[in-house]
């Protein structure tokens, strides 16, 4: 199975849809929206803000989900 690394993150404060790259080898904690300037943070449990507000999960619980 091939790994995505692009997904679609939506703000949870201002609903805006963004697209971001997603590192192969790492979790990102931090994300600025970029229309509402509001910093996302991972919710409890996820590792990452792509795992919490992604279209899809960063590609290292992608490559563990196998």
Do not use: H, W
């Amino acid at each position: 199975m091939e790994n995505i690394t692009k997904a679609k993150l939506k703000c949870p404060e201002c609903g805006a849809v963004q697209e971001a790259q997603m590192p192969v080898d790492a979790c990102i904690f931090f994300y600025n929206c970029e229309k509402c300037k509001t910093i996302l943070r991972p919710k409890s449990g996820d590792c990452c803000v792509f795992c919490s507000y992604g279209d899809r999960p960063c590609p290292p619980k992608q490559i563990e989900k196998g």
